[in-house]
């Protein structure tokens, strides 16, 4: 009886514990409040919603921790995938396209980074442009006029394996492979280090422009896998693909129990912030919840899920 | 039976027993106040015949993926079918989906330009809405002059398709008439507003504005508060009682409408009876011409 | 419970009523005791020493008696009093003012700025007065022996030791009846120790209460009536000045003698580990050229200013070379960030423990381990095991003081943190180990501890260059000196050449 | 000679320096590749144009300066819009109205405030769900059809005086006064110091709290103001006003040199970046820049207006 108090006071301690909270509690009242919902069709659909966000976010995430800011991951996810559905349309070489999509993701991530660490380019500002390069880019490119997606990119962005969403199993492959890097190998742990104090970590021998600009190139990567999934399960390469979505990428890594201003937060923290807004969104369909009170419970939510937090906490830097 | 005020299609008799139907659409601007309405008087009408018509809303962003997560969501909830719209290219692939799965698809409004194994689709052709407009302008410009673009999002497809139909009808019918711009407003009155006033700038001869998507009454306050009223005029799309105002007051010389209550309605009941009957829709896609409103029909 | 009995040599009872009573004062970190039950008075007019071991409790201490933190149980009075402060600010308008250990500037804001932030002074019209401002401020800065300040200037661009007469000079224009001073002489020059001396036997004067913690025990033997020590959180001992010497406060402090002797060190006099060959940053240092052997201590004095900090980063890396070179082991070296240093066994501890030591939100292993990451990592993954048992080694031989060495770094004393970042330094193995002012805040058994633990090394072979701005710290460990004098290489003195004189001729030979 | 040097060089000093120089660039170009560009009317046009980003940046800033950041302030725009819209239509009473609509502002910012101070929430999660939440009570306010608007706030919007619009002399004003409260009252000061050194100002007898509280208050007043002022421009106040707002927002007060991680930055900078993107929008329809160069453009000038600043001055935190 005592230990299950002792596991949840240990619980608590972690920043991600409040909004697992909110993520149950929400799942909790939908199971009683829509007898669809249990369905594993459903639970399944939540997890494909999240999952392009979520992988996003796993670079967000590193970007954060690091104490940088990357807001260019949604014109990246309409480059990406723009570049992609060109190219295999034009060669007619599916894995040719879908490596320049990556690709793509890629170089965006490490223009960002070079942006940051060679000209000393505020990160926010710095991806603010290449926001608007990117999207530009993929609107020159596509003459504003989607492209058709399809083959594996279809596959991974709406196939199922043994009825499980491709994207899903994908997410929670990288989400694994993320935390496993985060917390036991040597890049991972200096990411922590220099978001926490970046000269003391310097000074300490690790390699600040290296490190930022790997997880600003990690980034841009998943970002450009991200773009690809999304098309994939779109069928259609819309240069204005992922518009917006570095604000729910962002939300889901801060909601999730990430510091903005970095040296903390954890990958799981990630998913669950990720799960809790695809599930809220969910929730709306399911509920059938008119337009504008979605706009002011997903607002609630938010809020709710990081109070708990905050609340138990008390301010930190005072 | 009779067909519902403000509908054409009637409903049959019901022998299949309880009938669910999903209508997913958005909410934002007034131009979904219709649909709304237009949904709601469908289920009114088919409660008579043991038929439902859900309204689920899907939110005040429009984008592809929330139409994707609201089908997957009414199949999960295992309706008959669906009326949606979905706008957007990259669902066709949730659509053909859906059609597999034995839930019939009927789209409303705007669809992507990527073929899909709907029902039917009934709504405006975006791009002969553009044409439509192109001859207004034509006539209203006597065939020369210059024309101002202002276009909701670069790379939306409705939006690039109603530019087009009017720039090429334009292109090859009027040479004459001079194009400025496209540019880009997202959708927003103060962008148009502010648009209109460089534009004025630097062409002081416009003589006309074309707004392709959101805000066009922003453009037409500009007209207003820059004394241009008569000289220049705004064209653009929908009967919102913003863009209403200034066709009346002149600023606003055509407003095309896309009759979004009859398109929800009709889809609604055509579903239903395609879903108790099996009768399909007269074809599979069924045109619907704009109410193009100029200031003497606002008198 | 510890006992408590007090040795009190200053026997005879006093006149008046002490201005601050604290009885039965305790305190727990998360069920860790730090204070048991302390009972200390302070009389206006009174300079209190407070000495003790890194991790004794001093600052805890001071925080409970400034409003900072609550104490866990027991009671304080003020001038007869009984008070229960909530938070800082109910110990300011009491008349409290802390100096704090770590420094707190506010690096965006003016000097005068720093002065008066909390209590801006106001014209009519509700503008912050900057004339009366910057005259007042002024008139504060000489009282402290900062008269050479700006107050214009901006705070962030000092360095460390005007920073912290800053602070003095914030603590002193609030007029205080008790003046907290915790370790604000670890970065200043003798110089200005002199004018902050004068300007506290001043304060004394006036009748203010002064308590003054510090790890310099000349310092507390010449400023101050009465000597308290805290060990282990209880208060062992209280002595006067004039009757006790250093060797009995060392003893009461640590339970032991603590004296390191300089041994002289074989040294083979060809094998150079690190050559500097006329190095200069194009900024603060020219011309540099020195060697150092393998297996040496070679000091870096210099008064402030000098270039001590600009040479270790050169060597480090941090710093970009601007003409001259450096060979290590005989190979041209020249990193071009401190990673690459790092990497080629060249470690740094820094400068201002706070703003490049610390990682804070980091633990202690982690903290400890961030240099040596590469070291022990077997192809990507980072050694999660072989840490625990390698700081466990570190903890025990630097004698760190915590719970535990997952508790955030933070959370420890001053000089404890002090030794996690020597630990990481010496975790990395290095092959040439820079130290910057190494023994900033570190208690004197523990200064002991670490001469010894960079003698056993150098014997064993590690070269050692630090920059120390205490003549007596270079005296006991360092086989030579080199002396900077204006970002110039003023000479190198042998051991047997070494004197306080010598050296500090040397360092002024460019004024 | 050289004296001009030297004040060049204090001036480069200034963060906010390199946007003007980049300002000041685009303007000279402009003036050769457009005849009308110097025209007076359209540089108060620019004017105008910058006048809302500018108001609302001023509130921006000083949160920015003091450590938070305000991710509602386009959804408070709507509200305080929508509210004072409904108030006049319902009440007939323009001055009510107009009140009703600031203090919906205020009370905006409030909440924002005490959301931080008292329930400890992050600033960017806890105006994320503000963000949401207002603009869900203004589309359920109107149903989303957007309410006619007109009267004073029709004047300021889009009223001129003696030639100068409105709502720009307003933007001059209130920078004035802003700028003066920031460097010469003590209010302001301390929230340069909170934003520099949150813990060592709380320990020198600063009210944190009260001074957070503060600047979310202001800057919701601000956003207020900004929301009647935009919708008096267009004589209709739209449930959907100011969305996506708070990038542009933000993105003056960063370009304007304020460091996101607080403590730094001057009202002067602020009002030079919201005039350098009105500046923008204004050459892409002068020049007749093609459209998808435009997106391109901005961004690539975003970035330029930075660099400069970075590599003159090199890493910081290092
Ligand atoms: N917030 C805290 N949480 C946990 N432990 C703490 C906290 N603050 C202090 N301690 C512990 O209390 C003990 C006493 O710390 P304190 O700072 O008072 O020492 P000190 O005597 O000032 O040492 P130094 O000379 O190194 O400054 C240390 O062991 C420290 O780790
Ligand atoms: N003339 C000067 N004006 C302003 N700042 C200076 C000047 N000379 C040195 N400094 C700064 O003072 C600090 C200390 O100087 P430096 O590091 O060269 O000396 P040091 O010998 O290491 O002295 P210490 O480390 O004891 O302060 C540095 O940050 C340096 O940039
Ligand atoms: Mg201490
Ligand atoms: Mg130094």
Redesign the interface.
């Known amino acids: 009886m005592n230990t299950g108090l002792v596991a949840l006071k240990r619980l608590g301690r972690h920043r991600e514990a409040s909004v697992l909270l909110m993520l149950l509690v929400v799942a909790v009242y939908l199971s009683f409040a ?1 007898e ?1 919902f249990l ?1 594993p ?2 639970l399944l ?1 939540v997890g ?2 999240a999952s392009v966000v979520a992988i996003v976010a796993l670079g967000q995430a590193l970007v954060i921790i690091g104490r940088g800011i990357d ?1 260019s991951v949604g014109s990246v996810i309409g480059l990406s995938a723009v570049v992609a559905a060109v190219v295999i349309r034009d060669t007619g070489l599916e894995s040719v396209g879908l490596f320049a999509g990556l690709l793509t993701g890629l170089c965006c991530g490490i223009v960002n980074g070079l ?1 940051y660490t060679r ?4 990160p ?3 991806t ?13 490119m ?1 003459g ?3 492209v ?1 997606m399809g083959g594996i990119a ?1 596959f991974v962005g ?1 196939g199922r394996i043994a009825g499980i969403p491709v994207s899903f199993l994908l997410m929670i492959v990288l989400a694994i492979a993320v935390h496993v890097f985060s917390v ?4 991972g ?2 990411i ?2 220099i978001g ?15 490190t930022r600009l790997f997880i600003f190139a990690f980034c841009g990567l998943l970002a450009g896998l991200g773009g690809i999934i ?2 994939g ?4 390469a ?4 992922g ?2 979505y570095e ?1 729910d990428v ?2 889901a890594v ?2 999730g129990g990430t ?3 970095g ?2 937060g954890s990958i799981a923290g990630v998913v669950i912030g990720a799960l809790l807004m695809a599930l809220l ?2 929730a ?3 509920l ?13 939510v ?2 709710f899920a ?2 708990l937090d ?2 138990q ?3 930190e ?2 | 039976a009779e067909p519902p005020k403000g509908g054409t299609v009637a409903a049959v008799e019901n022998t299949k027993g309880p009938i669910k139907i999903a209508f997913l659409s958005f909410q934002n601007n007034p131009f979904w106040t219709p649909v709304t309405d237009g949904a709601k008087a469908a289920n009114d009408y088919l409660k008579g015949f043991n038929a439902t018509v859900d309204f689920v809303d899907l939110g005040n962003e429009l984008s592809a993926e929330a139409v994707v997560a609201g089908i997957e969501g009414a199949l999960a909830k295992q309706y008959n079918g669906i009326v949606v719209v979905p706008i957007f290219d990259g669902t066709a692939r949730i659509i053909n989906e859906a059609t597999e799965a034995g839930v019939p698809v009927f789209n409303i409004v705007a669809e992507g330009a990527a073929p899909s194994e709907r029902l039917a689709f009934i709504g405006q052709d975006a791009t002969s809405a553009g044409e439509q407009i192109g001859k207004f302008i034509q006539e209203k410009m006597n065939g020369k002059g210059k024309l101002g673009v202002i276009t909701g999002y670069f790379g939306a497809t409705q939006h690039t398709q109603r530019m087009n139909g009017a720039v090429d009808y334009l292109k090859a019918n009027a040479p004459d008439i001079q194009i400025v711009g496209p540019f880009e407003n997202k959708d927003k009155a103060e962008e148009a507003y502010s648009l209109v006033q460089d534009m004025m700038t630097s062409n002081p001869d416009l003589s006309m504005v074309y707004v392709t998507a959101g805000g066009p009454f922003g453009a037409a306050k500009a007209v207003k508060d820059l004394g241009l009223t008569g000289k220049v005029g705004v064209v653009g799309f929908d009967h919102t009682p913003d863009n209403m105002q200034y066709l009346k007051t002149g600023e606003m010389v055509g407003l095309l409408d896309q009759a979004p209550y009859q398109q929800a309605l009709d889809a609604s009941v055509m579903l239903y009876n395609y879903l108790v009957a099996g009768t399909e829709p007269p074809a599979k896609v069924i045109p619907v011409v704009g109410n193009l409103l100029t200031p003497a029909d606002a008198k | 419970m510890p006992s408590n009995i007090v040795e009190n040599a200053t026997g005879a009872s006093r006149a008046g009523q002490p201005l601050v009573r604290a009885r039965g004062v305790a305190k727990a970190f998360s069920g860790n005791a730090v204070l048991h039950s302390v009972d200390l008075d302070l009389y206006p007019g009174e300079v209190v020493g407070l000495l003790g071991e890194n991790g004794a409790g001093k600052s805890t201490l001071m925080h409970i008696l400034s409003g900072g933190l609550v104490a866990d149980s027991g009671t304080i009075d003020l001038a007869g009093e009984p008070v229960r402060f909530g938070n800082v600010s109910d110990g300011i308008s009491a008349g409290i003012s802390f100096v704090h250990q770590e420094l707190s500037v506010v690096g965006a804001l003016s000097v005068a700025e720093n002065l008066y932030l909390g209590r801006f002074p106001r014209t009519p019209l509700g503008f912050v007065d900057k004339v009366l401002m910057r005259a007042s401020s002024k008139a504060l800065l000489e009282r402290v022996g900062a008269g050479a300040l700006d107050p214009a200037r901006e705070a962030g661009s000092l360095r460390a030791g005007e920073q912290q007469l800053i602070e003095i000079a914030k603590a002193a224009g609030r007029q205080p009846r008790l003046l907290i001073l915790d370790e604000p002489t670890s970065s200043l020059t003798p110089h200005e120790v002199e004018s902050f001396f004068s300007y506290v036997r001043n304060a004394r004067e006036a009748g203010t209460a002064i308590i003054f913690i510090t790890h310099r025990l000349e310092e507390a033997l010449g400023l101050c009536d009465r000597l308290v020590v805290l060990r282990n959180g209880a208060i062992v001992s209280e002595r006067k000045p004039a009757e006790t010497s250093r060797e009995q406060l060392i003893a009461d402090m640590t339970g032991k003698p603590a004296i390191y002797d300089y041994k002289p060190r074989a040294i083979d006099e060809n094998a150079v580990a690190l050559s500097l060959r006329n190095v200069s940053d194009g900024v603060h240092i020219e011309d540099i050229s020195l060697e150092v052997r393998r297996g040496e201590v070679l000091g870096l004095f210099g008064l402030v200013g000098a270039g001590r900090t600009e040479l270790l980063d050169v060597i480090h890396g941090v710093r970009p070379l601007k003409s001259g070179y450096l060979t290590l082991n005989k190979r041209t070296f020249s990193p071009r960030d401190p990673s690459e240093a790092v990497k080629s066994g060249v470690v740094l501890v820094p400068e201002g423990r706070k703003t490049a030591g610390i990682l804070p939100q980091h633990s202690v292993r982690d903290n400890a381990a961030i240099s040596s990451l590469r070291r022990f990592a077997s192809r990507f993954f980072s050694d999660r095991s072989g840490e625990a048992s390698r700081i466990a080694a570190f903890t025990k031989s630097l004698g760190i003081r915590m719970a535990n060495d997952m508790q955030p770094i933070s959370t420890l004393s001053g000089g404890n943190q002090q030794k996690v970042i020597f630990a990481r330094a010496l975790m990395a193995e290095p092959q040439l180990l820079l130290l910057d002012e190494p023994t900033h805040g570190v208690d004197v058994g523990a200064k002991a501890d670490l001469y010894t633990i960079i003698a056993q090394a150098a014997e064993r072979g590690l070269t050692v260059l630090m920059a120390s701005s205490e003549v007596p710290e270079i005296l006991a460990l360092c086989d030579r000196v080199a002396v900077l004098s204006k970002g110039r290489l003023a000479g190198i003195l042998e051991r047997s050449e070494m004197s306080e004189d010598r050296i500090l001729t040397l360092a002024f030979r460019e004024h």
Chains 1, 4 share one sequence.
């Open positions: 829509s669809y369905a069709r459903n659909n494909r919603q807001l942006l000209l000393k380019i505020n926010f500002i710095a603010l442009g290449t926001l608007s390069v990117a999207r530009g880019i993929a609107l020159l596509t504003g006029i989607p058709p279809e709406a036991r190998t040597v890049r742990r200096e922590y280090a926490d104090n970046p000269k003391a970590s310097r000074l300490a021998g690790v390699d600040l422009k290296a999304l098309s399960n779109l069928a259609s819309d240069p204005n693909l518009v917006g604000l962002i939300a801060i909601l510091a903005l201003s040296g903390r969104n969910n709306f369909v399911l059938g919840i008119s337009a504008y009170w979605q706009v002011v419970t997903k607002g609630l938010i809020i990081v109070a905050g609340l906490r008390g301010g830097d005072e």
